[in-house]
């Protein structure tokens, strides 16, 4: 049951910036953007989350609309190893039970 | 990190035969577990949701005969393909949640299991 639309593919080059992005027109108040991103046959792998405000942590950067009806990811040098299908979730606050629905992800590519 | 580790990584069975594959939750407590399947080329979909100590919440359409999940421990999760077919074969993903919960620790992903039957 996943709330949000993001491109299938996408390529970028190495070193620079990957900006994927993600609507998700029907978010709740109280709920979080996720992202987290699956290298191939390997399980998924947390890279940020945010409500309202952008973040930034070690991996990436989230950018947030200020409707909160999208958002972007940012790999602000991207190398070989980026390559994976990033995915976008939106879901409620950390602390509640709910489970996470992947969506279909946007594929990058990172060309050489 | 928190990390949650599948085994085995793969397998290849008959059909006809029961595969078990265990999450286990390497140095953290999980109250909930979840079991994901992946088709090829496809995204990850929730089958069920474990919590210790009680019976697990299968997703619509996941027949709770066939995927047995048993949650016996804060560390450990099992899912039993029972009964395996070709069509059941399929990268089978596990995520562990803390027991005690902080800012980005809803979910540790473990490295999932790659089940072909012949």
């Known amino acids: 049951d996943a709330k949000t639309t993001q491109p299938p593919s996408m390529d970028c080059a190495e070193g620079r910036a990957a900006n994927l992005p993600c609507n998700h027109s029907t978010i709740s108040g109280n709920e979080y953007v996720y992202w987290y991103r699956q290298i191939h046959s390997q399980g998924p792998q947390y890279i940020i989350h945010?409500?309202?405000n952008n973040e930034t942590n070690e991996m990436a950067s989230l950018i947030i609309t200020e409707d909160r009806k999208s958002s972007t990811l940012i790999l602000p040098h991207a190398t070989l190893r980026d390559t994976a299908v990033y995915y976008c979730?939106?879901?409620?606050?950390?602390?509640?039970?709910?489970?996470?629905?992947f969506g279909t992800g946007t594929s990058l590519t990172v060309i050489p | 990190g928190a990390v949650v580790s599948q085994h085995p990584s793969w397998v290849i069975c008959k059909s006809g035969t029961s595969v078990k594959i265990e999450c286990r939750s390497l140095d953290f407590q999980a109250t909930t577990m979840f079991w994901y399947r992946q088709f090829p080329k496809q995204s990850l979909m929730l089958m069920a949701t474990?919590?210790?100590?009680?019976?697990?919440?299968?997703e619509q359409g996941v027949e709770k005969d066939k995927f047995l999940i048993n949650h016996a421990s804060l560390t450990l999760s099992t899912l039993t393909v029972t009964s395996a077919h070709p069509e059941d074969s399929s990268f089978y993903i596990c995520?562990?949640?803390?027991?005690?919960?902080?800012?980005?620790?809803?979910?540790?992903f473990g490295q999932g299991t790659r089940l072909t039957v012949v």
């Open positions: 474990s919590n210790e100590g009680s019976k697990a919440t299968y």
């Open positions: 945010g409500l309202k």
């Open positions: 995520s562990a949640r803390m027991r005690q919960r902080r800012v980005g620790t809803e979910a540790f």
């Open positions: 979730i939106v879901r409620p606050e950390p602390n509640t039970g709910n489970q996470f629905y």
